[in-house]
C-alpha cells in the first residue's frame, strides 16, 4: 500500500472513531494523518498499515485530551456522533452504550482497550504505538477493562431481536396508545436527548415506562406532520431511525434493549452531530 486506499481510510476512520466518539474528529485526524504521510520519505517504511494505525491512535489520543475538557461542560447529556456505517464487522465496539462506557477511560487507555480488543494488537504492539513500556501497556489494559466490568451494560441483544424490538416502537409510536408503548418499554427504561443547548429537548433524562411512553408519544405528536419522516438505518451497529423533516435530519434515535424489551432510548439532536451522517445520507441539518 503505496496511496492509502478508500477502504484502508475507512479502518483508520473506524479507529479513530472508537477512540473519539466523533465522525467529524475522526475524519479530521485520518485527514491529519494521510496529509502527513503524503509528505513522508517512505521508503524506510515497511509495514505502511501499522504506521498510519500508530499515527491516527496518538493523534487521536490527543485530540481526546483536549476534547475531554469540552466534554465536561458539555450542555446537558453528551453522546458519541451517529456513526453510519452498514456493514460494520465489529458492531458491540461502536455501540451507543459501549462507547459511553469508554468514557469513563482516560485517553490512553481508551486506546489500549480499543487496539486490543478491536485490531487484536498485543501488548508490545500497543506499547510500541503508545511509546510507552510493555508493562505500562499491561496495566493500562488491566485497568481499562475493570472499569469496565464495573459499568458493563447490563445486555446487548442480537441483531434480530434488537430490529424487532426497534419494529415495535415505531409501531408503537404510529398507534398513538400509550398502553401499546408502554409495552415495548423496560419498566426502568431511560430516555436521554442530546443537544448540546443547540436544539429543544428534555433538559434531563426522562425514566421509568410511563414517563417515557408519555414522553415519545408527546415527540411524535408534535412532530407527526406530513413533511416529517422516520428512515431506519444501521447506526452504531444496530438498527436505528434518523428522523427528517423537509429533508432536513432533526434527530437520531438509537436504543439499547435487555433481550425483551427496550431499556434505553438515546436521542441526537445537535445538529453538529447530525451534520456527517446527513452529509453521508445527502441531507442537510
Not at 102 to 110: G, H, K, M, N, Y
Not at 193 to 208: F, I, L, N
Not at 246 to 272: A, H, K, Q, W, Y
Request: hydrophobic share 45%; proline share 5%.
Amino acid at each position: 500500500m503505496i496511496e492509502c486506499d478508500e477502504r484502508e481510510r475507512q479502518r483508520l476512520v473506524g479507529l479513530a472513531y472508537r477512540i473519539l466518539g466523533s465522525v467529524a474528529e475522526a475524519e479530521d485526524v485520518v485527514q491529519d494523518a494521510l496529509l502527513r504521510w503524503r509528505n513522508l520519505d517512505r521508503s524506510e517504511i515497511h509495514n505502511p498499515a501499522a504506521f498510519l494505525t500508530t499515527m491516527v491512535t496518538r493523534l487521536a489520543v490527543n485530540v481526546l485530551t483536549s476534547a475531554r475538557v469540552r466534554r465536561e461542560t458539555y450542555d446537558g447529556p453528551w453522546m458519541p456522533e451517529p456513526y453510519f456505517v452498514p456493514d460494520e464487522p465489529d458492531p458491540d465496539s461502536i455501540s451507543v452504550a459501549f462507547l459511553v462506557l469508554l468514557e469513563s477511560l482516560t485517553p490512553a487507555e481508551r486506546a489500549a482497550l480499543v487496539l486490543a480488543r478491536v485490531f487484536d494488537y498485543s501488548h508490545e504492539e500497543i506499547a510500541n504505538v503508545l511509546s510507552i513500556e510493555v508493562a505500562a501497556s499491561r496495566q493500562l489494559l488491566h485497568r481499562a477493562r475493570a472499569k469496565l466490568a464495573q459499568r458493563r451494560p447490563r445486555f446487548r441483544t442480537d441483531p434480530t431481536t434488537h430490529a424487532r424490538l426497534v419494529g415495535a416502537f415505531i409501531a408503537a409510536c404510529g398507534s398513538g396508545d400509550p398502553q401499546q408503548m408502554a409495552a415495548v418499554l423496560a419498566d426502568d427504561v431511560v430516555a436521554r436527548t442530546d443537544h448540546g443547548g443547540k436544539a429543544s429537548a428534555a433538559r434531563k433524562p426522562v425514566e421509568g415506562v410511563a414517563r417515557v411512553a408519555r414522553f415519545m408519544l408527546g415527540l411524535v405528536h408534535k412532530g407527526g406532520d406530513a413533511g416529517t419522516q422516520a428512515e431506519l438505518l444501521p447506526i452504531n451497529g444496530a438498527s436505528a431511525i434518523m428522523v427528517v423533516r423537509g429533508g432536513i435530519v432533526i434527530s437520531v434515535i438509537t436504543f439499547e434493549t435487555d433481550g425483551e424489551r427496550l431499556c434505553e432510548i438515546n436521542m441526537v439532536r445537535n445538529p453538529d452531530k447530525l451534520r456527517p451522517l446527513a452529509l453521508a445520507r445527502g441531507l442537510q441539518v
